[in-house]
Nanobody, 114 residues
Framework: QVQFVESGGGLVQPGGSLRLSCVAS????????MAWYRQAPGKQRELVAV???????HYGDSARGRFTCSRDNAKNTIYLQMNSLKPDDTAVYYC????????WGQGTQVTVSS
């Protein structure tokens, strides 16, 4: 049973930083393309960042230049370092494969507010 467990969210002021983590119980993690997604209230889930098995990354327009995605294959974990956070970044953040599987974790809430 594939599982994704996200953590690291919280309340942060505009301009602040957070580091999200996601542990994936995925046997083929090291050869899987992984991704971070987010869903804001009343909006569709959107792709934030993709990290390929070799470690190269791709970012959505909203994340480029502010967020950095990394992975630790020994820990089946991906990370999302988020800097210069804005109120528009407020959302529940999820990880999954890319393309995503049908199973989703509970996500981690990120709230950017003064």
């Amino acid at each position: 049973q594939v599982q994704f467990v996200e953590s690291g969210g919280g309340l942060v002021q505009p301009g602040g930083s957070l580091r999200l983590s996601c542990v994936a119980s995925l046997n083929i993690f090291r050869i899987s393309t992984m991704a971070w997604y987010r869903q804001a209230p009343g909006k569709q889930r959107e792709l934030v960042a993709v990290i390929f098995p070799g470690g190269s990354t791709h970012y959505g327009d909203s994340a480029r230049g502010r967020f950095t995605c990394s992975r630790d294959n020994a820990k089946n974990t991906i990370y999302l370092q988020m800097n210069s956070l804005k109120p528009d970044d407020t959302a529940v953040y999820y990880c999954n494969t890319q393309p995503p599987r049908d199973v989703w974790g509970q996500g981690t809430q990120v709230t950017v507010s003064s």
